[in-house]
C-alpha cells in the first residue's frame, strides 16, 4: 500500500506540472508517463517531459541518511531501493503473495523459498513508511 500511494502521489505531482503547461489532457499524459516502464523509466520521462533534472546524484543525495535495506540486501540507490518495492508490491498483490524461483535467487540473502509466502520483516514496512514520507 506505501508503495502504490507514493506512485499515486507522484502522478498527482505529474498531473498538476502537466495541468501547468497548457495540455490538451494533462490527465492521460500523466497516466502514460506512468504506465508500462519501471520507476527508473518513468524517472526519466518525467524529467524529459517536464524539462526538469532528475538525475540519479540528485536522489542519492535526498536520500543519502536514510537507510535502505531490502530483504537482506544493502541498497544505495534509491532508484534501485524504489524498484524493488515496486516488484515486491506487484508479486503479493498479483502473485497470490508467494514467491518463485526468480525472488528467491534475487534475495539470496534472506534465505527464501520457493511457494512460501512472502512475509515482511516487522521493520521493513516502518524503514518504508520513512523512506516515501519524509523526505
Not at 507522484?10 to 490538451?24: F, H, K, Q, R, Y
Not at 534475487?106 to 520483516?121: H, N
Request: hydrophobic letters at 40%.
Amino acid at each position: 500500500m506505501l508503495y502504490g500511494n507514493f506512485e499515486a502521489y507522484v502522478a498527482d505531482i505529474v498531473l498538476d506540472g502537466l495541468s501547468s503547461e497548457n495540455v490538451e489532457d494533462p490527465y492521460q499524459d500523466a497516466l502514460n508517463l506512468m504506465v508500462l516502464s519501471k520507476l527508473r523509466g518513468k524517472v526519466d520521462r518525467i524529467g524529459q517531459r517536464l524539462k526538469i533534472v532528475m538525475g540519479k546524484r540528485r536522489f542519492v543525495n535526498k536520500f543519502r541518511d536514510i537507510e535502505m535495506n531490502f530483504l537482506g540486501e544493502p541498497c544505495t540507490d534509491p532508484l534501485e531501493y524504489l524498484e524493488m518495492t515496486e516488484e515486491l508490491r506487484h508479486r503479493l498483490v498479483h502473485s497470490g503473495g508467494r514467491m518463485d524461483q526468480d525472488f528467491v535467487d534475487r534475495f539470496a540473502e534472506a534465505d527464501l523459498k520457493v511457494d512460501e509466502a512472502i512475509l515482511l520483516p516487522h521493520h521493513m514496512p516502518y524503514q518504508m513508511q520513512i523512506f516515501y514520507a519524509f523526505e
